[in-house]
């Protein structure tokens, strides 16, 4: 073969190559998702933006204090509608506007006041403590000896932490499910309980002395009574508690990933948080969990009220 035909033969498979290349992109860019993929970036882009404005400073009250945007309920929205993409990506905005088709609601793609209120309907509707004390009074507490004692190591400053038996034990199943996946550090006090059964009257003498007994802090009918509540120890914001209502406090924790692993994992061992505050945790047992799924949208936002 001479030179000039070598030449030729050379730069001809060399564009074929690059065809070839180009059309394999052209392809894999084409590609329809396949079931259960979400490709973030398909969707309302105009929607996506207004989202991203909003969610720091949307004025919000799902749970009767002014809030400004809804950054905190991030992950419990994302969770709750099945998507994993940020929540200012288009296909956030996109698989929103169908789950709001779904309910009801005007299918916009856009996180506001009456999404989150239905929302808050479901997360509420997790919580068997919620329609119980709303129907059926203040649940009556149960006798201390029949609760468990969480061990030293599973307690947040050498607290005494009593739980139901089986709430305890499910406690650990998470625990070491989180451990395992890195997510707490060996000699850690993360995910230590701070607060477990508290009776009622021990809850009574401290709302009637700090002058809150019907608050979002301090109620006078709360879920720690049943033994079935525990708040746990994400962390806390450089200058406040672990347990600090404080927004910047609650931003904080709602971002950091062992949250976030707990809303995406944690009703697998029948726990349900109270999403005002990501530290609370209850456990209602994953049949509940399945029972509430099944409510019909009435039922969901009657409890949201």
């Not at 030729?8 to 992109?25: E, V």
């Not at 949307?58 to 998507?83: D, H, K, M, S, T």
């Not at 990506?89 to 789950?99: C, D, I, N, Y």
């Not at 050498?158 to 625990?175: D, E, H, N, S, V």
Request: proline share 6%; hydrophobic share 45%; charged share 15%.
């Amino acid at each position: 073969m001479n030179k000039c035909r070598f030449d030729l033969w050379f730069h001809l498979r060399l564009a074929a190559g690059i065809a070839a290349l180009i059309f394999c992109a052209l392809l894999t860019l084409a590609r329809p998702a396949s079931a259960g993929e979400t490709p973030c970036f398909a969707g309302p882009r105009d929607v996506a933006a207004r989202n991203q404005a909003a969610l720091h400073t949307l004025p919000v009250a799902p749970f009767g204090r002014q809030e400004a945007g809804w950054a905190i309920y991030a992950p419990l929205i994302g969770n709750e509608i099945g998507v994993g993409c940020s929540v200012d990506t288009p296909g956030f905005a996109r698989v929103l506007a169908a789950w709001q088709g779904k309910h009801g609601l005007v299918a916009s793609g856009a996180v506001d006041a009456q999404t989150l209120l239905l929302l808050k309907g479901l997360w509420q509707a997790k919580r068997p403590f919620i329609l119980n004390s709303r129907h059926g009074g203040c649940p009556a507490a149960p006798a201390e000896r029949a609760l468990a004692r969480a061990a030293a190591s599973e307690s947040y400053g050498g607290k005494t932490i009593l739980l139901q038996p089986q709430a305890l034990a499910a406690y650990r199943q998470m625990a070491a499910a989180a451990r395992g996946e890195g997510l707490i550090p060996s000699n850690s006090s993360l995910f230590t309980i701070f607060s477990g059964f508290r009776s009622p009257a021990y809850d009574g003498a401290r709302c009637a002395r700090q002058h809150n007994c019907q608050g979002l802090v301090r109620a006078s009918c709360s879920a720690h009574r049943t033994g079935f509540a525990m708040d746990v120890n994400l962390g806390a914001a450089p200058g406040f508690t672990p347990d600090s209502s404080a927004d910047t406090n609650r931003l904080y924790l709602a971002q950091t990933p062992l949250y976030r692993w707990l809303v995406a994992n944690a009703a697998r061992f029948g726990f349900a948080n109270y999403a005002f505050e990501p530290w609370h945790w209850e456990y209602v047992g994953v049949s509940s969990l399945r029972a509430a799924a099944g409510l019909s949208l009435a039922q969901r936002v009657a409890v949201s009220r």
